[in-house]
């Protein structure tokens, strides 16, 4: 039997980790009793590989399978999902019509594994449905030496790692949920269309200055102070005495400097000089 394949590194040749985020609100849309079904086989797979990452019967899965069908393989998010994890489309040997029809994990990442749980986690919360604990793995390469001879240690994260990346992956959520709903609430662009020679037109400049000052000083000043406690609980996330460094982190400081705008000029330069805006 092939020697089973674990990985403590980044993962590589795997989607990248936005799509577990995507496909897990993805199966926030499914009716409530398939998402409930979906979320809890789904949490069984990962974990069952966590538990045991050395067992390769694990890792394997017949999309076949009426069960595995039911509640995970009809829904394309899950499956999405499973590969994004580090599945992939296998042949089974032992069926006579076998030609991708298995899920595979051929490398188990640990990093992307935990980070499936923790995702899966906060989307289960927010639909309120139950989230099992993740189980602690037998397999630890630092301490696999000190194991052989002391059966009793076991390896774990320091509560304080595990708290500090909790905080960072909620405040990246709250980040994009907060531009998206900024996006989605925001008014329609007020039309004013206008025809002008170029050589009459006023400079861009000047039209995006005149619509500035056309904002009411109130919402100025609620946006402002909006942003600023949005700075401020953003650092205080990151900045909790420790060195960590993450995808999350880096996700947040892009989110911290993206912005909605409420504005938009468009002009239109005609070839006999006149513009539309």
Request: hydrophobic letters at 40%; glycine letters at 4%; proline letters at 4%.
């Amino acid at each position: 039997m092939a020697e089973a394949e674990i990985s403590n590194d980044v993962p590589a040749g795997l989607p990248d980790a936005t799509r577990l985020g995507a496909a897990a609100q993805q199966m926030l849309a499914l009716p409530e009793a398939e998402r409930e079904e979906a979320f809890s086989t789904v949490f069984k797979l990962v974990h069952n590989i966590l538990g045991d990452l050395e067992n390769l019967k694990k890792r394997r899965v017949k999309k076949a399978n009426e069960t595995f069908h039911r509640k995970v393989g009809r829904h394309g998010c899950a499956l999405d999902f499973l590969r994004a994890v580090g599945f992939q489309d296998a042949d089974d040997e032992e069926a006579a019509d076998g030609k991708g029809a298995l899920l595979h994990m051929p490398v188990a990442y640990t990093l992307r594994l935990t980070d499936a749980h923790h995702i899966l986690a906060q989307a289960a919360k927010e639909a309120s449905l139950p989230v099992p604990a993740m189980p602690g793995s037998s397999f630890n390469p630092c301490a696999s030496m000190v194991q052989a001879v002391d059966t009793t240690r076991s390896a774990k994260a320091p509560d304080a790692w595990k708290s500090q990346a909790d905080t960072l992956r909620d405040e990246v959520r709250k980040r994009e949920r907060e531009l998206r709903e900024e996006v989605e609430s925001a008014p329609a662009v007020a039309l004013h269309p206008a025809a002008f020679w170029l050589s009459a037109g006023r400079r861009l400049e000047e039209v995006i200055r005149e619509a500035e000052a056309a904002a009411e000083a109130e919402e100025k000043a609620a946006d402002n102070h909006l942003l600023k406690e949005q700075v401020a609980s953003a650092k205080m996330a990151i900045s909790g005495g420790g060195t960590f460094e993450s995808a999350d982190k880096k996700r947040l400081q892009q989110l911290q400097r993206a912005k909605a705008y409420k504005s938009c000029v468009l002009r239109i330069v005609c070839p006999d000089k006149s513009v539309l805006q």
